[in-house]
Antibody, heavy 121, light 106 residues
Framework: QVQLQESGPGLVKPSETLSLTCTVS??????????WGWIRQPPGKGLEWIGS???????YDNPSLKSRVTISVDISKNQFSLKLTSVTAADTAVYFC?????????????WGQGTPVTVSS | DIQMTQSPSSLSASVGDRVTITCRAS??????LNWYQQKPGKAPKLLIY???TLQSGVPSRFSGSGSGTDFNLAISSLQPEDVATYYC????????FGQGTKVEIK
């Protein structure tokens, strides 16, 4: 079955760029049908959608993140990535990746286990 | 942006009780409404999609209803393993989550 795994640095300095990768196994991103998304959860708080991408490169971003987000896909590695620029302490969160069923209801399933990222000097 | 509001923010109920969580959208999302369960330290898990369709493998005591702006998630008989935070999500216009409802056992 399809599995997703986030990876990347657990500590990022303020004003720098947060970079994470989600590796997909059990399904080829280039097969289409699905989008792929990033979601985050600050400590003790709720879920926030960050952005989503299709294998062709079409992306949707959360406007509240003010264009700091870049999501890309690497078909050869079956991965998709997140870059978040100019980070502050408010970007400290657990970051999840997920598959997005775009066929009818656009729900997120399955999810990766999540990776914690702390923004601190 | 479509805003999602859940109520209550938390609830405590006894094993075997029927529990209902409400989710309201700031504008119509038709049936583009999904529910997730998140246990502490774990990733969210899809419970119900398209407002009322139970995801494969989810116990039948969970059910979803509603359309337009008002939706409900019900647990017909609360079990100890249902202790979690539940989130609604609209997927009609991009994606937005509700703030979550924490369910505990009394």
């Amino acid at each position: 079955q399809v599995q997703l795994q986030e990876s990347g640095p657990g500590l990022v300095k303020p004003s720098e760029t947060l970079s994470l990768t989600c590796t997909v196994s059990g399904y080829s991103i280039s097969s289409g049908t699905y989008y792929w998304g990033w979601i985050r959860q600050p400590p003790g708080k709720g879920l926030e959608w960050i952005g989503s991408i299709y294998y062709s490169g079409i992306t949707y971003d959360n406007p509240s993140l003010k264009s700091r987000v870049t999501i890309s896909v690497d078909i050869s590695k079956n991965q998709f990535s997140l870059k978040l620029t100019s980070v502050t302490a408010a970007d400290t969160a657990v970051y999840f990746c997920a598959r997005v069923d775009y066929g009818s209801g656009k729900w997120f399933d399955p999810w990766g286990q999540g990776t914690p990222v702390t923004v601190s000097s | 942006d479509i805003q999602m509001t859940q109520s209550p923010s938390s609830l405590s109920a006894s094993v075997g009780d029927r529990v209902t969580i409400t989710c309201r959208a700031s504008e119509s999302v038709t049936t583009f409404l999904n529910w997730y369960q998140q246990k502490p330290g774990k990733a969210p898990k899809l419970l119900i999609y398209a407002a009322s369709t139970l995801q494969s493998g989810v116990p039948s005591r969970f059910s979803g209803s509603g359309s337009g702006t008002d939706f409900n998630l019900a647990i017909s008989s609360l079990q100890p393993e249902d202790v979690a935070t539940y989130y609604c999500q609209q997927s009609y216009d991009s994606w937005t989550f509700g703030q979550g409802t924490k369910v505990e056992i009394k």
